[in-house]
């Protein structure tokens, strides 16, 4: 269900990145009758992050998961791949259905076939060829936006680690040096990858710091919706395992 709003909601992101016009109720008309075909393009990511979590949630559960095994390096370098190549196809998916959807607001200039135009197909093995294809020609550029906007989470890392002593202060600065990190990467690289449709492409939005702001106010309204949905689900559920099973098995079964 999370997922299923996502799309329905995640074309504000970009839009906010490049500053279109546009919110989440033009997203969700949008993407009206194109749902299931962009889920396919997010499906062989969610596919491979739900393997990874299942083979090594044990690991995890003993405190035995090791980071630099050869078999979780490989799925990171795979899932970064597979991620970003999923992350250019949602893009598309965006620029494509904008086009359309803004032809069906100038019926004066689309001749009356605004409509029809919105209603036709867009084929999933086409986005994600040009996803690939976009993905390659300036593969350097997004390899250095996630460094630039991972680094920040590596020095938070880093401080924990140093400064144990101060764990709540370290925290709070963790937390802000992540959020401002994502914050970095989700506006740099929408707005590429998108820019990139429509000419050579640039990183950085003319205006950087209203974009990242917009950004930030939408993807905390995504990640609250997100939550609460999660929260609707997982809450009953517990509530049952907690009733119908001793604490002990509720517990080892969750």
């Known amino acids: 269900v999370s997922t299923y709003l996502l799309v329905r909601w995640g074309m504000a992101l970009p839009a906010a990145a490049t ?9 969700w008309r949008m993407t009206r009758g194109h ?3 962009m889920l396919l393009c997010v499906l062989p990511y969610a596919v ?3 393997v990874s979590v299942v083979a090594n949630i044990g690991a995890m559960r003993d405190r035995t998961f090791d980071p630099f095994s050869p078999a979780y390096l490989l799925y990171m370098v795979v899932g970064t791949a597979l991620f970003w190549v999923t992350f250019a196809a949602f893009t598309i998916w965006y620029e494509r259905l904008r086009m359309r959807y803004e032809s069906t607001l ?5 001749g009356g076939a605004g409509e029809a135009s919105m209603s036709k197909k867009i084929s999933p093995v086409a986005v994600v060829k040009q996803a690939v294809a976009l993905s390659w020609s300036r593969k350097w550029t997004f390899a250095g936006l996630l460094l630039a906007g991972m680094a920040p989470i590596a020095v938070g890392m880093g401080t924990t680690v140093v400064s144990g002593a101060l764990a709540g202060p370290v925290f709070v600065l963790m937390f802000c040096l992540h959020t401002l990190g994502m914050l970095f990467l989700m506006t740099t690289s929408n707005h590429l990858a998108v820019t990139m449709q429509r000419g050579p492409g640039s990183v950085f939005p003319r205006r950087f710091w209203p974009a990242m702001g917009r950004v930030f106010v939408r993807g905390l309204i995504l990640m609250a919706l997100s939550l609460a949905v999660m929260l609707v689900f997982m809450v009953p559920a517990g509530a049952l395992l907690y009733v119908y099973f001793p604490q002990g098995d509720a517990v080892s079964i969750w």
């Open 106 to 110: 100038k019926p004066e200039q689309s």
């Open 35 to 37: 749902v299931l075909r």
């Open 48 to 50: 491979l992050v739900g």
């Open 19 to 27: 500053g279109d016009v546009g919110g989440f109720r033009r997203s």
